[in-house]
């Protein structure tokens, strides 16, 4: 079964990574969901893609700049719609506590360029507070973050993001001492050959962003075991 990512929630709908997102993403029936972790200046995991607000919000500096009590402040919605002003960033635990244990969470450590020192605890600690552990895929482009969750945990599942083409990144994988259950590669370079290689190394495919059905059926074809979209007419399929 092709298993498609909600990305960052039904962000067409509703402002990214937010409660409203996530929640039109359950209605929509989706399966897994895809979102981003940060720490705030004061230690609290918020859920948020990029590492600066201004994207949404005239507000300078990091998410890391910000205490809590500070990013619950911040509008982000109105960027969006006038009907989501005063929508905030979420917490993880609240995003897990409106998730049902049954959808897949993808939970993406945004560790650059921005290092989080021991973000990779207070995740764990924050789903094992909730009991979800057992469906989770944690990823990152910070294969040393990966590690690191391994060394605490070595039983959850990790995905290993890739942005740029390198040689035999199957390879890579195998050599990293981790153990990766998925691989995801930006879809612009991944090709029938790539995905044969991952699969043939014991590696589910979940190439990102898909927005075109043209472009999702072509990837099942070749294999790929689902994908991360933006689209609801993707990430609600079943093939």
Not at 46 to 70: M, Q
Not at 76 to 102: A, M, N, Q, R
Not at 104 to 112: F, G
Not at 130 to 149: E, G, M, Q, T, Y
Request: net charge negative.
């Amino acid at each position: 079964m092709v298993l498609n990512f909600a990305h960052r929630g039904s962000l067409t709908e509703a402002p990214e990574n937010t409660l409203p997102a996530f929640q039109l993403a359950i209605e929509h029936g989706v399966k897994a969901i895809e979102l981003d972790v940060q720490l705030t200046k004061d230690g609290h995991l918020v859920v948020c893609h990029d590492h600066k607000l201004t994207r949404f919000n005239k507000h300078a500096g990091l998410i890391k700049d910000y205490t809590l009590e500070e990013i619950k402040q911040i509008d982000i919605g109105s960027s969006f719609h006038e009907k989501y002003k005063g929508v905030v960033l979420p917490t993880l635990s609240e995003v897990l506590e409106l998730c049902p244990k049954d959808l897949l969470l993808n939970i993406e450590v945004k560790n650059i360029p921005v290092i989080y020192q021991g973000i990779e605890k207070k995740l764990i600690d924050c789903l094992r507070e909730h009991d979800r552990l057992s469906n989770v895929i944690l990823s990152s482009f910070d294969h040393v973050a990966l590690k690191n969750i391994q060394e605490i945990d070595p039983s959850i599942p990790l995905g290993m993001l890739f942005y740029y083409r390198i040689l035999n990144p199957w390879e890579y994988a195998k050599q990293s001492g981790l153990n990766i259950t998925s691989i995801h590669p930006n879809n612009v370079y991944t090709d029938k050959e790539f995905i044969r290689e991952c699969k043939a190394f014991g590696y589910n495919v979940y190439p990102y962003t898909v927005n075109d059905m043209e472009r999702y059926e072509q990837l099942v074809e070749y294999g790929a075991d689902g994908v991360f979209s933006n689209n609801p007419e993707i990430f609600v399929r079943e093939n």
